[in-house]
């Protein structure tokens, strides 16, 4: 995990959603994702950018307080993930035990990820998946 937000490239395409928190957001945010990465023919990595959007929006809209944001770049080399919410605690990559029906949403988003990691208030959690060469513009 790394800490902040690194430097990059501006993006070649983006999208931003904010929106109050519901459960019933995070299926929303998937499909407005997987619109977008058919449209920006990212179809190698729609798999795992929606298992990402998922694991994070659902940490947002449980822990997390106020508004959430959605933040989704399409860069030269990477796919950026942003969540952001106003929610007062870290969060935390933890194992889950083998009957926790909860508690891998970090495990899986460090699995996926090529890289990860939090703003120092912890308000972000952002992520970037790695591009094949001819996903780049």
């Known amino acids: 995990m790394t800490r902040g937000l690194p430097t990059a490239t501006p993006p070649v395409h983006a999208f931003a ?7 019933s957001r995070v299926q929303h945010m998937r499909r407005i994702t997987r619109a977008s990465l058919r449209h920006w023919k990212l179809a190698s990595v729609t798999a795992e950018a929606l298992l990402v959007v998922s694991e994070l929006v659902t ?18 080399c990477e796919l950026r993930i942003e969540v952001t919410d106003n929610g007062p605690e870290m969060p935390v990559l933890r194992e889950a035990g083998d009957d926790d029906e909860r508690g891998r949403g970090l495990l899986l988003v ?5 890289k990860w990691g939090t703003t120092g208030d912890g308000r972000t959690v952002w992520c970037s998946l790695a591009l094949p060469s001819d996903a780049a513009s």
């Open 17 to 23: 959603v904010a929106f109050q928190p519901d459960d």
């Open 110 to 114: 460090d699995a996926f990820a090529e």
């Open 59 to 76: 940490n947002a809209v449980q822990h997390g307080d106020g508004t959430v944001q959605l933040l989704v770049e399409h860069r030269v």
